[in-house]
């Protein structure tokens, strides 16, 4: 049986904590009668979001898991995982020294963290000569960095395109070991990375547009009003097709604007292409609105 694919999704949460497993009681019945509804769970942000073939799908939903499951739902346009990335260089000398009763702590590394380019989302190098750190503790070394990565300082998104060099530090005979080394590249991370004047990237979405001709004028200035690039446009007879550029945080409910624009003639295709920075003005409104969900959530 061929399923189309989902055209429009939503966020839903409960606004009662304690009916969180009614919801989901609701959304695996609904996934079983209806292959076109599609249910994940956004593992960045841990929003539960629904898929499905048009707003007035899923408002249905909507309607049914408040009515049948006596479940107060909140339904929002899904949240963008953004990215924070550094832009220059920031040397280290951190030093963990902790003695306490017992044996105590010492790491000391000496390094950068700087920009990467490479494909891998982090990039770690050492070149320590003369055993100034013995080859058992770098592995624990890299091992602290990447724990690091998955909350930036910014607005707790992902750390990507980071290189961590070390290139010298020094060791305690009794006290180091693989922990403090691993806490040292921690707590230097912590210190260290807004140094490098991180910037959020967003995910930029290929969208690839079909339509009639007649409304080649109106798809692509529409584009252009979501911060979107045109990249080509080629005609097939009556019809055009644009590919465009356009950031995911300005498509949610493009499907339904597409069809108003063309009058239902409209369809496009959507797939991440890649991450840029995002504009200073929205980076400080991002950076803004995170803090005070942090702050929300926190009470």
Request: hydrophobic share 35%; glycine share 8%; with cysteine.
């Amino acid at each position: 049986m061929f399923v189309p694919e989902p055209v429009i999704q939503v966020a839903v949460r409960p606004t009662n904590r304690a009916d969180a497993e009614r919801l989901g009681k609701a959304l695996a019945r609904f996934r079983k009668e209806d292959p076109t509804f599609r249910v994940r769970t956004d593992q960045e942000t841990g929003e539960v979001v629904i898929a499905g073939m048009g707003e007035l799908h899923l408002d249905i939903y909507v309607e049914r898991i408040r009515r049948e499951y006596k479940v107060d739902v909140e339904a929002e346009a899904p949240k963008v995982s953004y990215r924070e990335s550094p832009r220059q260089i920031a040397e280290f000398n951190y030093k963990l020294k902790k003695q306490t009763g017992g044996s105590g702590q010492y790491a000391h590394i000496v390094g950068r963290l700087e920009p990467w380019e490479g494909d891998a989302e982090f990039e770690f190098e050492e070149h320590v000569v003369g055993g100034r750190i013995p080859k058992q503790y770098i592995p624990s070394i890299a091992k602290g960095f990447r724990d690091c990565l998955a909350k930036g300082p910014l607005a707790e998104f992902r750390v990507v395109g980071l290189k961590a060099v070390v290139e010298d530090g020094s060791f305690h005979e009794v006290d180091s070991s693989d922990r403090a080394f691993q806490t040292c590249a921690q707590r230097c991370f912590r210190e260290i990375f807004p140094k490098t004047k991180p910037v959020l990237l967003e995910p930029i979405m290929k969208v690839d547009i079909e339509c009639p001709e007649s409304y080649q004028g109106a798809i692509v200035g529409d584009v252009t009003s979501r911060r979107g690039i045109i990249l080509a446009t080629e005609m097939q007879e009556k019809h055009v097709n644009v590919v465009a550029e356009v950031p995911l945080s300005e498509t949610f409910g493009y499907a339904t604007d597409l069809r108003s624009m063309t009058q239902g003639q409209g369809t496009f295709t959507m797939e991440l292409a890649l991450y840029r920075r995002v504009p200073a003005a929205l980076q400080e409104a991002i950076i803004a609105e995170k803090k005070e969900a942090q702050l929300v959530n926190s009470q």
